[in-house]
């Protein structure tokens, strides 16, 4: 399954699909519901047999070349440390790909969304580790994601 | 101007800059923080207060910082993500302000398992961009990440690091971008010993159009002996040498070795200063503090225009420059 992360294109494709699938059922995916935690064990699955995701809450992996930040062993959001070895492996992990070096790879191979890795991602709420990352994607009007102080005005 | 700083000054007028890396010491004596600057302070414009970097624990970098603003230089103070949330990076940029320091540098932090307490909580509340995106909305919006404002906001001249020599290389200007995006005002790099990489990343940079936007500052330093320089290269994340470098070192009979070193290091500042689009050096001379003022007087960059801060006279004069 973690083979799947080397075609990004396919996952993009996925990501699309799923997000057109789920809007008709806006109304009943909501924050806290009985169907919270379906997704909460839908999505451990799944994106864990595929990202070793950390359900986070706040999804960002489009943004990140279809490799999840939270796999980086210190939760970088926004691009590689400076610590990178010479041979593309992890400061903290030697044994480990760097998780950047593998996001801006294959961001590259990402016609749609690859260009995403050169916005800023905000800083990870860390109240909603746990929680459905589509359900809150679904209520981004409800769930608070990003700091009151963070915007551009 | 948004800080006012020295560093700030010194870079808008155009002159090439000189900062560099004190060392801080194990110690709660304020003199030991001084005998560490006054070598270093005639040769440069401003300098960094690290934040207990390669995870080891030292005298805290506001603590340095507030001591030497009290003493008239100009500290940059460097914040990391290691070990602060960002309700601690916040209060500490206010305080750090408030004791006189006009320059934030942000940075991502060395993982714990570099320094000498790797059982300690990494915590990474934060990463590097978000940071300098933090201090910019103190500063220009004026208030905190909550939204509270902020009574009177920090007048912060702020920094960003960035690394030119690990990869993903071709991402690296791309991260310069972003700080710049999220509100940097100067880099100052990682060591340099690799010059053809410095200048394909560099070339990235002006093409880009960055330099118009951020001053960069290129890191220089000293090796001491191969030995040591082999040490670095693979105890000390994000530090690139070159074998030809330790070769070289290897070449002179050893008594020479640390006046080689630092003639390497001489070179490698007479070329940077060429090549477009650098705005200055970083000088970090680990444990090795008193060769700064040599290196910069025999790499041409004396006289520095300040070697103290302009006192205002009574008066309200500004003393003359020298």
Known sequence: ?153 | MKSGSRLERVLRSGRFAVTAELNPPDSADPQAVYDHAVVLSSVCDAINCTDASGANVHMSNVGVAALLARAGYDPVVQFACRDRNRISLQGDVLGAAALGVKNVMCLTGDGVQAGDQPEAKPVFDLDSITLIRTVKTMRDKGRFLSGRPIESPPKVFIGGAENPFAPPYDFRPLRVQKKVQAGVDFIQTQYCYDMPRLREFMKQVCDMGLDKKVFILIGVGPLRSPGAAEWMRTNVPGIVIPDAIIERLNGVEKKKQRTEGKKVCIEIIQEVKEIAGVSGVHVMAYKQEELVAEIVEQAGLLPRYWSREPETASNGHVASRN
């Open chain 1, 1 to 153: 399954m973690r083979r799947l992360q080397n075609r990004p294109h396919l996952l993009e494709v996925a990501y699309d699909a799923t997000e057109k699938a789920l809007q008709p059922f806006k109304k009943v995916l909501k924050p806290g519901g009985k169907m919270e935690k379906v997704f909460v064990k839908g999505e451990k699955l799944t994106k864990g047999m595929i990202f070793d995701c950390r359900m986070c809450g706040d999804c960002v992996l489009h943004s990140t070349g279809m490799t999840c930040p939270q796999t980086c062993p210190k939760t970088l959001r926004n691009g590689p440390c400076g610590g990178v070895r010479p041979n593309g492996h992890c400061e903290v992990k030697p044994e480990m790909m760097c998780v950047w070096v593998q996001a801006w790879g294959r961001s590259q191979k990402m016609p749609e969304y690859g260009k995403q890795i050169l916005t800023i991602m905000t800083p990870v709420s860390k109240n909603l580790a746990g929680t459905s990352a589509w359900i809150n994607d679904l209520n981004s009007d409800k769930v608070k994601k990003v700091p009151t102080g963070w915007s551009e005005e």
